[in-house]
């Protein structure tokens, strides 16, 4: 633009010494251009497309800009922070493994039912047995959530199945967990463990390892001899057992 501004001016300069200048030498004084007449000459001459055809386009000028003002932002950041733009680097990357240990930590939660309102069943299922057959095949392969999702539905139906829950579709681990904890107090807080574990794999989508499934078939085989307290309430709905059960 610079260059185009300056050739438009040597031209109207050579365009006037040419007027003024006759066949030999003159004293009269130069012509000169008033200013309003030179501008004009001058944008006249800066019109010409061959002046704009290297022009970025409005797109491109946008691109410039704002890469502009953020290499200022950088360069803001990194002189305000110890150590420079290597400083900067480091924090950022302190930043991001930060954020991938949590993310790895508490794992990724997904929208959905909460704990409190999940069911502990997706369809009606068959049998305890059934249940604890599909969590040993789980834990052969070393699937230890699914395993330990499969052992606390077992652990529910085998309480229906012995009369110690009512058999109530819709309920869930936590609600089970409370229920069961009255007619076997002394598991109580076993339940409540496992229920809070079934929670975590199903909901939360967090992992199991092979300890916390072990947990709970561990409480399995104990509730599966436990006898209940019958002096304490039967679980809301529940039949109260007869002399035999749990046998």
Known sequence: MARGLAEAALRTAAGLRTHSSGSGEDDTPPV???RE????AAEDELSEPAYRQDEPGLVRRVLDWVWEHIGDLLGSAADASPGGAVGLIVIALVVVLLLVALRMRLGSPRPGPTSRNGTLFGTRPGTA???????????????WSEALQERMRAIVLSLEERALLDPRPGRTADEAATDAGRALPGHATE????ARAFDEVTYAERTADE??????RDLDHALRSARPDLARPAAAGAVPPSPGAGR
């Not at 007449?37 to 004009?40: F, I, L, S, T």
């Not at 789980?138 to 699937?143: F, G, K, M, N, T």
């Not at 339940?191 to 496992?194: H, P, T």
């Not at 300890?211 to 709970?216: I, P, Q, S, T």
């Open 37 to 40: 007449p030179a501008r004009r």
């Open 129 to 143: 047995a059934d249940h604890r057959a599909a969590a040993d095949a789980h834990a052969a392969e070393h699937r």
């Open 191 to 194: 339940l409540a463990n496992a």
């Open 32 to 34: 000169t251009v008033p």
């Open 211 to 216: 300890a916390a499934y072990l947990r709970v």
